[in-house]
């Protein structure tokens, strides 16, 4: 609407100004073009449609973008000039803009992305001999307020959308120059969304997403190889089985509805009951293919071997493996993480019960690029000169 006006006054402007550039640039500063990344094949065949383009020509479109990550309409060679032309008048190929990066001493990077509105968020990649796991965010910041998570305590939150949500990955195959993807040794070969946010309160953005970095004319990411972690949204984690069918990761961290209301306010909610249920009914799991519980140390708080044995009680009838991960600190956090000892005998208790390796080893913690470690480096400069 907004657009519409301003090239009207603009147009009444325009009857004196007769060279093209000037024109064009006029052109330029008051369209509002659209991302074309983040739009799924049918979003861009109903487009294709509506200018009088064959459907084919949508997937040859979606191939250039998904497939092989152009930048600019004229490198999609089988296109006539004239579709190129009308999809630069309504469409752009941006990416997100690189605000900072960081490299830890362990290999892993974190990417300080800005968004159009001026917000920001973390992404991080974490290198491996054979393979790379790419961290996204699902929201800026989160409602979520977990005690001991950093990123609970940013109070700006909005949820990203499905283009900035596949901005993350274009970025990381940007740098790896991975267009078209490699058959092996992939930088970026899993992706988890265990960044900033709760991606479950983002669900149909998320799914579009996903959905794209899945498919095989798209992103060709196999669903084995993305997990989505949650702090429990219930009614979500069905229709996720369901319809995405990725990994599952549940953020427990404690083993009681006492401790776990008062560690992560989601409880009170969904309680652990409710949580378990959805668990055991998660499509898709089996004895290959088992549900993550993640469950973070903290000294003094859930880390007895009391609570190691209520962990193993009520995981008894899930395909669950278990990831002990270390507190990571962060500044004025309250909790400190529990002692090394202490981790390694809560680990035993897990062992002898038939969970295979269960401490998770931290990456990239020099960074803050580690779990729960991430918020936009704006808002903490920002609370530091407060
Ligand atoms: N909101 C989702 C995904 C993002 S958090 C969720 O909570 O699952 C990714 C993981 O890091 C979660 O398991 C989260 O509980 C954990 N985490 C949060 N803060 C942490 C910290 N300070 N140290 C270690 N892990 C933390
Ligand atoms: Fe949000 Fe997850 Fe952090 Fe909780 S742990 S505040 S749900 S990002």
Excluded at 120 to 136: D, K, S, Y
Aim: charged share 20%; net charge positive; hydrophobic share 40%.
């Amino acid at each position: 609407m907004f657009g519409e006006k301003c090239k009207l006054i603009f147009a009444r402007r325009l009857k004196t100004i007769e060279t093209f550039e000037v024109q064009a640039y006029i052109k330029e500063m008051t369209t509002e073009k659209h991302s074309l990344i983040g739009l799924s094949l049918e979003d861009m065949t109903s487009w294709a449609l509506s200018v009088g383009l064959r459907p084919f020509r949508a997937q040859q479109i979606y191939h250039w973008v998904y497939g092989l990550g152009v930048r600019s309409f004229d490198q999609m060679k089988n296109l006539p000039k004239n579709v190129q032309e009308t999809l630069a008048e309504t469409f752009h190929l941006d990416r997100l803009d690189l605000n900072t990066a960081q490299t830890s001493v362990d290999g892993t990077q974190k990417w300080l992305l800005s968004l159009k509105d001026g917000q920001e968020i973390e992404t991080v990649h974490i290198p491996e001999r054979t393979r790379g796991t790419l961290c996204i965010s699902s929201q800026v910041g989160c409602t979520l307020t977990c005690k001991f998570c950093h990123t609970g305590t940013q109070l700006l939150v909005r949820n990203l959308t499905a283009a900035e949500l596949l901005g993350q990955m274009f970025m990381a195959r940007d740098v790896f120059g991975e267009w078209p993807a490699p058959q092996e040794n992939r930088h970026v070969s899993n992706i988890v969304l265990m960044g900033m946010g709760e991606p479950l309160y983002n669900y149909e953005n998320v799914k579009k997403a996903l959905a794209i970095a899945m498919d095989p004319a798209g992103f060709n990411m196999p669903k084995r190889s993305i997990t989505l972690s949650t702090s429990g949204v219930v009614p979500f984690i069905e229709q996720c089985g369901k319809e995405l069918g990725v990994n599952l990761a549940i953020s427990l961290h404690a083993v009681t509805n006492e401790l776990r209301n008062r560690i992560m306010p989601i409880n009170r909610k969904y309680s652990l009951e409710e949580l378990m249920a959805a668990c055991q009914a998660y499509p898709g799991t089996s004895k290959s293919n088992r549900i993550t519980f993640e469950y973070v140390m903290l000294k003094g708080v859930n880390d007895s071997l009391a609570d190691a044995r209520g962990l193993v009680k009520l995981l008894k009838n899930i395909h669950a493996k278990i990831n002990l991960i270390p507190f990571n600190s962060w500044p004025e956090a309250p909790y400190e993480c529990s002692d090394w000892q202490t981790i390694e005998k809560f680990a035993a208790v897990l062992e002898e019960a038939g969970y295979a390796s269960p401490i998770r080893k931290t990456r990239g913690e020099d960074i803050l690029a580690a779990c729960g470690q991430l918020k936009s480096l704006s808002m903490r400069q920002k609370k530091s000169k407060l």
